[in-house]
């Protein structure tokens, strides 16, 4: 556990340590703030008539960001653990010490999942504290903890297919390719095929939707959550196989 | 004597039919064993198999008993490597680098990481990024980063790659001083013969996959005036005498 935590450390500090991350996060808040002010200035104009949605802007921003944002983060993370360091022959460093190939795996994704995670609460506090100070208040805040919470689900299955391309080049750049033509392509498909929308599981990317605000239907959630769970099975089981018998 | 490595019947063959065949030696405490043989006769291929870098076509290795395929991080507790290029993150500094890699070992010290800079003569850069960093300078930063948990098995593989004639002799000082003080195994690669019979005290000659022989240094130059004769003759009894 300690190896394994260690690897957490080093791989979150080693993501940290790249500017361009801290600079996406500030383009975040920046997003959230351009729509506040967007939306003081028309209201100004159009002498309140115009309205679009600061006081759930909690919810509002977090369709695009699930659906956009964050997973380019993911890709570019995973990119940057994966197939940079195998390019670049950094890998090493740490499949010559005392660590599994496994620990290290997890290490990595546990990694870019905690900046994942740090990109939604700072999504999160930022919109909360928008709400909170120019809509008269937080109308839904356990609603909108709850719906951030249940997004790292979905997330974590496309950050398990983001590491399983990863293990099947060697190019940092062609693997951010296919990733975001692979990412493209599910989402086309689940638009333009609403009945394939279901199975794909980029269909569940607002994964929030279906617990908050209705009755829930359990056969047809436990369905739903056993889909992810195969997906993640699959991509997790596939990605680690790739990733162990790697020649560096 | 204590076995440290225990190399069998290596094999580690790629699809072009490169590679190393049935590589055979064993490393006992305080030996340094120098792999001689000239580019692309197999030597790094060797160090990755014998790491686990890649896995072995057939053959097993043991390090400190323990098979690095079954029991890697028992295997590899107690040794440092530097395998090709150093394996340095550019966009850290060289303090950083040794930090990251000192969490993997139980009870490194902020102290330790000085200590290690200092040997290493980059005390006075530890806050500069690795990438800003010369050849020389990123070669020794991963001498660091091998010897940097006190491993008691150290594989350097070309280790004078990128260093001046005073970084050489240094390096060569430093695996001298740790093998007789402490006791330290060492399995060194190079095609440069000097360098090995200068360090090391055991040589296998390796050549285009092959282990021609593994002798004691003494034994080597028994009967020819240098390593380099040494080298020849076991090539010219596998392939023929060199025609001009």
Same mark, same amino acid.
């Given at each position: ?248 | 004597? #204590?076995? *440290? +490595?225990?190399?069998?019947? &290596? ?7 490169? %590679?190393?065949?049935? @590589? ?89 990481? #000085?200590? *290690? +800079?200092?040997?290493?003569? &980059? ?7 690795? %990438?800003?960093?010369? @050849? ?109």
């Amino acid at each position: 556990m300690k190896l394994y935590l260690a690897g957490v450390r080093n791989e979150f500090e080693k993501l940290r340590a790249k500017k361009k991350y801290f600079v996406f996060l500030i383009i975040e808040i920046a997003i959230c703030v351009l729509l506040l002010l967007i939306e003081t200035a028309l209201k100004r104009v159009s002498g309140g008539l115009f309205n679009i949605g600061i006081v759930d802007m909690s919810l509002v921003m977090l369709t695009f960001f699930i659906q956009v944002y964050i997973p380019l983060i993911i890709f570019m993370a995973s990119c940057d653990l994966f197939s940079t360091e195998i390019q670049d022959g950094t890998i090493k460093a740490v499949l010559m010490r005392p660590i599994s190939r496994l620990k290290i795996f997890l290490g990595k994704i546990t990694a870019i999942m905690l900046l994942a995670c740090v990109f939604l609460a700072s999504l999160f506090i930022t919109t909360i504290l928008i709400e909170a100070l120019f809509s008269g208040g937080v109308r839904n805040f356990w609603v909108s903890f709850g719906a951030y919470a249940l997004d790292i689900v979905p997330l974590f299955i496309l950050l398990l297919m983001a590491v399983l391309i990863n293990q099947s080049t060697k190019s940092s750049t062609l693997a951010m390719f296919v990733l975001i033509l692979t990412y493209t392509l599910l989402m086309i498909v689940g638009i333009l095929i609403p009945q394939l929308s279901g199975l794909l599981f980029t269909g569940y990317s607002q994964w929030h939707n279906i617990w908050i605000g209705q009755t829930i239907p359990f056969w047809p959630m436990i369905s739903k959550i056993g889909l992810l769970a195969g997906y993640g099975t699959i991509f997790m089981s596939a990605g680690y196989y790739l990733f162990d018998r790697r020649e560096i | 004597m #204590d076995k *440290i +490595l225990e190399v069998n019947q &290596l094999t580690k063959l790629y699809r072009n039919g490169r %590679g190393i065949s049935r @590589l055979s030696l064993t490393l006992e405490r305080g030996d340094v064993v120098g792999l001689l043989g000239p580019n692309g006769s197999g030597k790094t291929t060797a160090m990755k198999a014998i790491v686990g870098l890649n896995h072995a076509s057939s053959g097993s290795v043991r390090i400190f008993g323990y098979d690095i395929e079954t029991e890697y991080e028992k295997a590899m507790e107690k040794v440092g490597c530097l395998i090709e290029a150093p394996a340095i993150y550019e966009f850290l500094t060289a303090y950083a680098n040794l930090k990251l890699m000192s969490r993997y070992h139980p009870g490194i010290s902020k102290d330790r990481i #000085d200590e *290690i +800079l200092s040997i290493v003569r &980059l005390d006075r850069y530890k806050k500069d990024k690795a %990438g800003r960093f010369s @050849l020389g300078m990123k070669q020794r930063l991963g001498l660091a980063m091998a010897l940097l948990s006190e491993p008691e098995l150290i594989i350097l593989d070309e280790p004078a790659n990128g260093l001046d004639i005073e970084g050489i002799i240094e390096v060569r000082e430093i695996i001298l001083k740790l093998s007789k003080e402490k006791g330290v195994t060492f399995l060194i690669s190079s095609h440069i013969a000097s360098e090995i019979e200068k360090t090391c005290n055991k040589v296998a000659i390796l050549h285009e996959g092959e282990m021609l022989s593994f002798d004691t240094m003494e034994d080597a130059l028994k009967l020819n005036p240098t390593l380099e004769d040494y080298f020849l003759e076991k090539v010219r009894d596998k392939r023929g005498p060199v025609i001009l």
